[in-house]
């Protein structure tokens, strides 16, 4: 059932049915994500359940202000400290080590919890009317099936997951890829996934550089290379590259989506074409609704320009190539 995240009586609802042990879906600034309260292991297993995730994939709690995180945390590293000040609330995650018996089922049993406070803030009005209401803070993961596109409105989640859950609708979100996160649990801060906020803006707060993940890092659905996929199969290409496949295309049959930067289609073509923003955060807000519409019309291919190789780019390069990988 939809809700309005306008409405007082909306978040009230859905803070109740929150503390109640239920699903709620709503929005934050990234994308929607699928709530449960995180200090009930079985709020938490009906999240792993609707999503068909493995429930050894931690989720991220959400809580209502910066400081209510700590509880979650054993230890709170000077590198979690110097980004969350600077960048809470907002679309980051940290990882740090998780306090003994807080959120088990939510941290997929992992001994560090992923947090983070949002600024969205239909989102902060549920957080904050939850805590009210007992609960410390709320686990969840995009509001979509396990490895699909994430939902960045509230029509998006109702796709995925019928008519049935309470969604709040808070209209697009903004950011419209998911939260950077790093991991700030071990001697050395590692870049799990960059967001809005790439990697040099996030080594210039911390004033460290950060790692990249390796065989060593925690396991993260959000960070496998088949992710974020679109039922057609999603190919990545350089403009030159994709210029020239366009010219050879012809009369072909192949049912064929496009969506690219600064590749013109040739003339008359009968294809599905998107033209992707020039600036890099218009993208990331775009991305995914254009994936979803592109792949509504039921093509065989997408092809998706290369986006450039720059820092701000960082976000929606990552998440084209795990959607090409897939
Ligand atoms: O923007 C976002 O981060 C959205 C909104 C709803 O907040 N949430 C989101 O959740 O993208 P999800 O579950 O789709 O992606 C979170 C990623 C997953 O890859 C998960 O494995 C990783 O964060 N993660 C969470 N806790 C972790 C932990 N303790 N250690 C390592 N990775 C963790
Ligand atoms: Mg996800």
Redesign the pocket.
């Known amino acids: 059932m939809l809700l309005s995240g306008h409405e007082r009586a909306s978040i009230e609802r859905a803070a109740d049915a929150l503390a109640a042990g239920d699903l709620v879906a709503f929005p934050?600034?990234?994308?929607?994500?699928?709530?449960a309260r995180a200090d009930s292991d079985a709020a938490v297993a009906g999240i792993f359940a609707l999503k068909g995730?493995p429930s050894d994939?931690?989720?991220?709690?959400?809580v209502a202000h910066p400081l209510d995180a700590h509880a979650f945390a054993s230890r709170w590293p000077d590198v979690a400290r110097r980004l969350t000040e600077s960048l809470w609330p907002g679309?980051l995650?940290v990882?740090v080590p998780?306090s003994p018996g807080m959120a088990a089922a939510a941290?997929?049993g992992?001994d560090?919890?992923?947090l983070?406070c949002?600024s969205h803030p239909v989102a902060t009005s549920l957080l904050v009317a939850a805590r009210d209401r007992g609960v410390p803070g709320v686990a969840?993961?995009?509001?979509?099936r396990f490895g699909r596109i994430?939902p960045t409105r509230a029509a998006h989640v109702v796709d995925e997951f019928g008519g049935d859950l309470l969604v709040i609708d808070g209209g697009d979100c903004q950011?419209g890829?998911?939260?950077a996160?790093v991991?700030c649990?071990g001697a050395h801060p590692v870049l799990?996934?960059p967001?809005q906020l790439g990697r040099e803006r996030l080594e210039a707060v911390a004033g460290v550089a950060l790692g990249a993940p390796d065989e060593h890092?925690?396991?993260?659905?959000?960070?496998?290379e088949a992710?974020y996929a679109p039922r057609a199969r999603l190919r990545l290409m350089p403009p030159a590259m994709l210029n020239t496949a366009l010219q050879m295309l012809g009369g072909s049959a192949l049912k064929l989506a496009v969506y690219s930067r600064s590749v013109p289609l040739p003339p008359g073509s009968p294809l599905r074409w998107r033209v992707m923003p020039v600036d890099p955060d218009r993208a990331a807000h775009e991305l995914f609704s254009t994936l979803r519409e592109l792949d509504a019309e039921g093509p065989d291919l997408i092809w998706v320009e290369e986006p450039p190789q720059l820092p701000a780019w960082d976000g929606v390069r990552d998440r084209l190539s795990r959607a090409a990988a897939a």
Do not use: C, F, K, W
């Open positions: 934050t600034e990234t994308v929607y994500g699928l709530g995730r994939h931690p989720l991220i709690v959400h679309p995650t990882i998780r941290a997929g992992q560090t919890i992923g983070r949002p969840a993961p995009s509001a979509n994430s950011v890829i998911e939260s996160i991991d649990s799990l996934r967001g890092s925690p396991r993260a659905s959000g960070t496998l992710h």
